[in-house]
Structure formats: structure tokens, C-alpha cells
């Protein structure tokens, strides 16, 4: 059995032959259709192609089964919230899998979305950026449009995730910065402990908004090169940690995706109306982006190398100014 590039020292051993099995023992209907491995899909979750119309997701890292379907299916409701509020597609939730020979995990099917995963430099700079600044800023805006039904950040159970307050990170961010020390170079540590430290304890004047929560560049997609979709925001990927969170939180897409202009761009469509962006938003979202960026340097710097250029270049970008 292969796996795909191991990211995690506890990660499961999972390749098209066991995912086929697992289809064909629990969805007698999709037996016999083409298992695909979707390479560089996840760090979370292993992604297949099941067919033209669907897609696989199996998590990657042991934990108890209970546990893993409670938050699949928590992933599914927050996906079903989404699907159809927002101009382009997000996956429609089809199926939950259960354990089987081989995976002692339940794992999901959603709907395939087609496109090509932008990159942090495509279509983020030069000719169209803009016009990919506009729709990213339209999708977070639609997204905060969704309604949080008064629950908060804190009422998801979410300890230690992204998105409820930025001190709360300190001790990570310290860890990562340390980790970073030996890596010739990668991170400018200094500049990104200074940065840190402006943004840790900035306050918030809003209430959590709906967020999509990782809009990193392998969420977004974009049309296939040569399509009259090229260089377009076609679809957004990962949507089952979508809910209430800090509104400054997908504001990290600037910074992952975008170079300096196109990320002013960004800034404006976003407007500054209650689902816009401030001038205090702003700043949270640059301390978001680079208590992100900093784990993915360290933490895959041997496993998923475009992972890790991806901490890089966006810490770049927000040391940049």
C-alpha cells in the first residue's frame, strides 16, 4: 500500500485501492468507478476523486471514531449552511463513510468541484490580480452575510483553533518562533516576533461574523489555464469550518494570495460596512496570517514543501508592509 508524502509522524496509511474498497463495500452505487489520489490535497485529510462528480475525504491522523463523526458531521452541516448562498460553488455534502477493512476512521463524500488550486502567486499578482481580489472579497462578504444564529466563536468548543482571540495563540506562536530559529534563514524571526507583538493584544470593537476559516491558496479555485474561467475565483474548497469567528480572521487570504496592490484591492471591495473591514480588523488579520504562516514553515518543512513556501512567502509579504 502507498500513502501519500507523510506530514504527520501518527498519519494513516491510505491510497486509491483501500478508498475504491471502502466505496464499493459502502456505496454499492459508485462501485466500480475510477478512484483517483488528489496529490497535495490536504494536510488534514487525504482527498480522492471518486469518478466525474465526486470526492473522498479521509482524515489523516488516528482519534477515536466517536469523535471523528461527531465533527463530520458537524463539517456537513456547516457545509449545507453555505452551498448556495455564495456566487461561486462550495461542495455539496453527499455521503458519510464509515470504518472498514484496512481505515478504522469514518470519513466523508462531497460533491467535486473542477478547477485548478490557485497558488500563492497565481492569480494573486500581475495582470487579472484585481479582478481576483474583487471576487475573493465578494466571497467573504457573502459569507459574512450568512447568519450566526447568536452563536459565537466560543460556543463551537473550538479550543485552540483559529478565529476567537489572538493572545490566546501567544504560546504557539512562541513555540513556532523558536522552531524557526534553525531553519537558515526560512523566517525572519526577529521581524516576525516584532510583528507579533503588535498584533497579539489588539482589541476588537465587533461581534464574530460567519468566516470560512482557511482560505488558504489550495481552498480557492481558480478556471483551468486556457479557459475563458483562467485567473477567476470558480469555486472554494474546505467549507466544513465555517461559522462565527473573530471578523478579521479571512482576512488572511491578503496576505496568503495577493501581492501589495492587488491586496489594496482586496481591502476596498471589502468595504467598511458592518460586513466590511476596518482599519482594527486589518491588523488582527495580519497577526491571523502570521500565526499561520509560522507553523507551516517549521512543521512541514520536509513533509510538504509548498506548504511550508507558502508560511514563507506569506510572512514575506506581511514583513513587507
Given amino acids: 500500500m502507498t500513502t501519500p508524502a507523510r506530514m504527520h509522524h501518527d498519519q494513516l496509511p491510505v491510497d486509491a485501492g483501500l478508498v475504491a474498497r471502502l466505496v464499493a463495500d459502502q456505496f454499492p452505487a459508485w462501485a466500480g468507478w475510477p478512484v483517483t489520489e488528489v496529490r497535495g490535497g490536504g494536510t488534514v485529510n487525504a482527498i480522492f476523486r471518486i469518478g466525474d462528480e465526486l470526492a473522498a475525504r479521509l482524515p489523516l491522523r488516528p482519534d477515536r471514531p466517536d469523535r471523528v463523526r461527531a465533527a463530520l458531521r458537524a463539517e456537513q452541516q456547516a457545509a449545507r449552511r453555505l452551498v448556495g448562498r455564495t456566487t461561486v460553488p462550495v461542495p455539496a455534502p453527499v455521503a458519510l463513510g464509515e470504518p472498514g477493512p484496512g481505515y478504522p476512521l469514518p470519513w466523508s463524500v462531497q460533491r467535486w468541484l473542477p478547477g485548478h488550486p490557485a497558488t500563492p502567486d497565481v492569480p494573486g499578482t500581475g495582470p487579472g490580480a484585481d479582478r481576483f481580489a474583487r471576487e475573493l472579497a465578494r466571497f467573504v462578504r457573502e459569507v459574512r452575510g450568512v447568519d450566526t444564529g447568536g452563536v459565537t466563536f466560543a460556543d463551537r468548543g473550538l479550543s485552540g483553533a483559529r478565529g476567537g482571540v489572538l493572545a490566546d495563540h501567544d504560546g ?46 489550495a481552498n480557492l479555485l481558480t478556471g483551468t489555464p486556457g479557459s475563458p474561467a483562467q485567473g477567476r475565483l470558480t469555486g472554494v474548497l474546505d467549507v466544513g469550518g465555517t461559522g462565527p469567528a473573530d471578523p ?18 482586496f481591502r476596498a471591495a471589502l468595504g467598511d460596512d458592518a460586513v466590511g473591514c476596518d482599519d482594527l480588523d486589518w491588523e488582527r488579520g495580519r497577526g491571523w496570517a502570521l500565526e499561520q504562516a509560522l507553523g507551516l514553515v517549521w512543521y512541514y518543512v520536509d513533509t510538504n514543501p509548498p506548504m511550508a513556501a507558502l ?6 509579504r506581511l514583513l513587507a508592509g
Fill in 248 to 265: 478579521a480572521l479571512d482576512l488572511v487570504a491578503g496576505w496568503h494570495l495577493l501581492d501589495a496592490a492587488a491586496r489594496r484591492t
Fill in 311 to 316: 508560511g514563507r512567502s506569506t510572512i514575506a
Fill in 172 to 217: 504557539w506562536v512562541q513555540e513556532c518562533l523558536e522552531r524557526s530559529v534553525p531553519l537558515a534563514g526560512a523566517v525572519d524571526v526577529a521581524g516576525a516576533r516584532a510583528l507579533w507583538a503588535d498584533c497579539r493584544d489588539l482589541p476588537r470593537r465587533k461581534p464574530d461574523v460567519t468566516s470560512h476559516g482557511d482560505l488558504i491558496p
